[in-house]
């Protein structure tokens, strides 16, 4: 079992920055590769961002490449979501999610493990 706990999300004005946090406990951390995902009320959860379980291969949604920048550290247990000239098309819930599997997937099915979410508003 791997629990997650997601952190960082708030109201921020359209083009600021937020940092979302995700703490694993459980089986070792850096067997997983981590995914973010996000889902708006009354929509789809949809892939935001990934990271394999050295950190050495990432893989983004078109909507938020270039202003996203998925990492982790291994070391904490932790992976991270920096979010950059956010905009209130982002307002969502943030989810991280964790799979044992080598290649990366932007599939919310194949993952394992979920945490509760954290939500984002940005204001325009």
């Known amino acids: 079992q791997v629990q997650l706990v997601e952190s960082g999300g708030g109201l921020v004005q359209a083009g600021g920055s937020l940092r979302l946090s995700c703490a694993a406990s459980?089986?070792?951390?850096?067997?997983?590769?981590m995914g973010w995902f996000r889902q708006a009320p009354g929509k789809e959860r949809l892939f935001v961002a990934a990271?394999?379980?050295?950190?050495?291969?990432?893989k983004y949604a078109d909507s938020v490449k270039g202003r996203f920048t998925i990492s982790r550290d291994n070391a904490k247990n932790t992976v991270y979501l920096q979010m950059n000239s956010l905009k209130p098309e982002d307002t969502a819930v943030y989810y991280c999610?964790?799979?044992?599997?080598?290649?990366?997937?932007?599939?919310?099915?194949?993952?394992?493990?979920w945490g509760q979410g954290t939500q984002v508003t940005v204001s325009s």
């Open positions: 990271i394999n379980w050295s950190g050495s291969n990432t």
């Open positions: 999610a964790a799979v044992a599997i080598l290649v990366l997937t932007n599939i919310p099915e194949r993952y394992d493990y």
């Open positions: 459980g089986r070792t951390f850096s067997s997983y590769a």
